[in-house]
């Protein structure tokens, strides 16, 4: 059996243990639907991404693959077929799952704002935006979002700051202004913490992963709704970033673009605002807000900031640290030069101890009683 029919068992394993936690017999069946369409795009995706790899090709989407000795030319912008694919799959949940109707508005706004982000995404691959332009559209885009909002817009006061503010805050809009900051962090995180083969697609992955085990352990308590809405749109994005993750692995046989990153971030983003686990979701990406930090200064122009942060290729086709800010340099200076290969496997471990430290704080009562009570 290939690779792509054994990959798919993880669909079908994910499905598995998550319908087996769904209670209701209705939602149960709701959910298989969900989990079908799912497994449907994944071979979906399988499929359409080498066809439209030769069209991008042909069209001059195509970028050199920089960490190689012999540098060819790989198709890019790949991310839109993934977007595309899984915008179907959500879309036909719409008339397929009656759960999703009574949660329309707020479905149909989550639709709205990842649709958005993935045309960016992609006209960014195109036409090669300025950064001013891309986060005042990244704002623009979660607009749809915050109107479709109806969460609580206060906040639980940490033990030690209650002598000063109480219990509890109510924000109003400086809340969902919080959320606003939250849809673009997650959008440009993941587009600034790339660069090697397989990272991009198998960090979110990894994330996604991290996502749907919350939803699952969260299944049958108070915020049970919410959690299905998000099970119902991380279903398809794990499935469909699968896909891509097969052709994008090292060797990467296509590069997945900006149409990728900012729709991952935003689909990420959706759900933790939609189904209000915006700090767990948080937690989940420690490494992104680690490259962010120690990117500060040459995103702000402090330290020359080139359009490429890459590592440095040797003679022996190993990868030492450049001179640049990321946490790709870091690693590479810490445990000193690596294939790129090797490189990704390590970063993305990174990424999985990151979301055992987040359920660890999560969920610790030891950790979580030192600021909240139970």
């Known amino acids: 059996m290939n690779l792509p029919y054994l990959l798919s068992g993880i669909i079908v394993l994910v499905s598995a243990l998550i319908s087996a936690k769904i209670d209701d017999s209705v939602t149960r069946k709701q959910f298989f639907s969900c989990a079908a369409l799912s497994f449907a795009g994944y071979f979906i995706a399988l499929r359409l991404?080498?066809?439209?790899?030769?069209?991008?090709?042909?069209?001059?989407?195509?970028?050199?693959?920089i960490n190689k000795k012999k540098q060819e030319y790989v198709p890019e912008s790949l991310g839109i077929v993934s977007g595309a694919t899984y915008l179907i799959c959500v879309i036909l949940c719409e008339p397929l799952i009656p759960f999703v109707v009574t949660m329309l508005g707020q479905y149909n706004a989550a639709?709205?704002?990842?649709?958005?982000?993935?045309?960016?995404?992609?006209?960014?691959?195109?036409?090669?935006?300025?950064?001013?332009?891309?986060i005042s559209f990244s704002f623009l885009a979660t607009l749809p979002l915050l109107v479709a909002y109806s969460g609580p817009t206060s906040v639980i006061v940490p033990k030690p700051f209650r002598f000063w503010f109480g219990e509890a805050q109510?924000?109003?809009?400086?809340?969902?202004?919080?959320?606003?900051?939250?849809?673009?962090?997650?959008?440009?995180?993941?587009?600034?913490?790339?660069?090697?083969?397989?990272?991009e697609t198998g960090q979110s992955f990894v994330i996604s992963c991290a996502v749907l085990l919350h939803n699952f352990i969260e299944l049958g308590g108070q915020h049970?709704?919410?959690h299905l809405l998000s099970l119902f749109l991380m279903m398809p994005f794990m499935s469909t970033t699968l896909a891509l993750l097969y052709y994008n692995w090292y060797p990467s046989r296509v590069f997945v673009g900006d149409s990728f990153t900012y729709f991952s971030g935003m689909t990420f983003a959706v759900v933790g605002i939609l189904s209000q686990f915006s700090k767990t979701l948080?937690?989940?990406?420690?490494?992104?807000?680690?490259?962010f930090i120690i990117s500060l200064p040459q995103l702000f122009k402090i330290v020359p900031c080139p359009r490429h942060r890459l590592p440095v290729l040797q003679p022996d086709g190993k990868l030492k640290p450049s001179y640049n800010f990321t946490v790709i340099n870091l690693?590479?200076?810490l445990f000193g030069p690596m294939h790129e290969r090797t490189l990704t496997?390590?970063?993305?471990?990174?990424?999985?101890f990151c979301c055992a430290i987040g359920f660890l704080i999560r969920y610790s009562h030891a950790l979580t009683s030192i600021f909240y009570d139970a």
């Not at 649709?115 to 960014?124: E, H, P, Q, V």
């Not at 948080?282 to 490259?291: A, D, G, Y």
Request: net charge neutral; with cysteine.
């Open 49 to 65: 991404i080498p066809a439209v790899a030769s069209k991008c090709l042909d069209k001059g989407l195509k970028g050199k693959d």
């Open 170 to 199: 109510e924000l109003g809009y400086l809340y969902h202004l919080y959320m606003a900051f939250i849809a673009v962090f997650t959008t440009n995180s993941i587009n600034i913490y790339a660069g090697v083969n397989g990272l």
């Open 111 to 134: 639709l709205t704002s990842i649709c958005f982000m993935l045309f960016l995404g992609f006209a960014d691959d195109v036409l090669d935006l300025r950064w001013s332009v891309k």
């Open 282 to 291: 948080m937690l989940f990406f420690l490494p992104q807000l680690i490259n």
């Open 224 to 226: 049970q709704s919410a």
């Open 345 to 352: 496997t390590v970063l993305l471990f990174f990424q999985i």
């Open 331 to 333: 690693t590479l200076y």
